[in-house]
T-cell receptor, first 111, second 117 residues
Framework: EDQVTQSPEALRLQEGESSSLNCSYT??????LFWYRQDPGKGPEFLFT?????EEKEKERLKATLTKKESFLHITAPKPEDSATYLC????????????WGAGTKLIIKP | GAGVSQTPSNKVTEKGKYVELRCDPI?????LYWYRQSLGQGPEFLIY????????DSGLPNDRFFAVRPEGSVSTLKIQRTERGDSAVYLC???????????????FGPGTRLTVL
């Protein structure tokens, strides 16, 4: 069964303390892996799409990487405004629209 | 428009009532999706429209849920005889749909928080 697992469920960091969030997946035929950010009371905001192992993408303090089994969202020197829930989703197989979602990692950056 | 919009932002109703939730997608996006999200979970797929037709409604939980997109733009999710278990955030997303072999990025609206008392 296709599955996406995110860890940890929650992560508390001090401002400036770099860390990584993990998204592990077991799917048949990866088409794309998506990272979204979700603030309380808002819809998910698109961050990155990764298509193949070895690919990396960066945006400000965030860098997403992909292997054949997992993706990491690295956050460098985070600021309080980076606090949010980060969601990972995978598109796989024959479907060009179905997304398999993880439950998210709630990131809290303390000033 | 600049992004996906949803109305209302909040809806409180009583058990057994009928509700309609509206989604206005990004201009030019042919694909539209409805999801439901509970606290601490990722979005749960409900239905996918390609143009005016529902291409996949396999996620609708039962026949109390129905969605339409009559002109291929705005969509309405309709819930009849609401139950307390329907309380959740209902999210709408849209994408350009690059065809069977493309990978579409879905862009989400702010959601409608539905509370059934």
């Amino acid at each position: 069964e296709d599955q996406v697992t995110q860890s940890p469920e929650a992560l508390r960091l001090q401002e400036g303390e770099s860390s990584s969030l993990n998204c592990s997946y077991t799917v048949s035929g990866l088409r794309g892996l998506f990272w979204y950010r979700q603030d309380p009371g808002k819809g998910p905001e698109f961050l990155f799409t990764l298509y193949s192992a070895g690919e990396e993408k960066e945006k400000e303090r965030l860098k997403a990487t992909l292997t054949k089994k997992e993706s990491f969202l690295h956050i460098t020197a985070p600021k309080p405004e980076d606090s949010a829930t980060y969601l990972c989703a995978v598109q796989a197989g024959d479907s060009n629209y179905q997304l398999i979602w993880g439950a998210g990692t709630k990131l809290i950056i303390k000033p | 428009g600049a992004g996906v919009s949803q109305t209302p932002s909040n809806k409180v109703t009583e058990k057994g009532k009928y509700v309609e939730l509206r989604c206005d997608p990004i201009s030019g996006h042919t694909a539209l999706y409805w999801y439901r999200q509970s606290l601490g979970q990722g979005p749960e797929f409900l239905i996918y429209f390609q143009g005016t037709g529902a291409a996949d409604d396999s996620g609708l939980p039962n026949d109390r849920f129905f969605a339409v997109r009559p002109e291929g733009s705005v969509s309405t999710l309709k819930i009849q005889r609401t139950e307390r278990g329907d309380s959740a955030v209902y999210l709408c997303a849209s994408s350009q749909n690059r065809g069977r072999w493309g990978t579409d990025t879905q862009y989400f609206g702010p959601g409608t928080r539905l509370t059934v008392l």
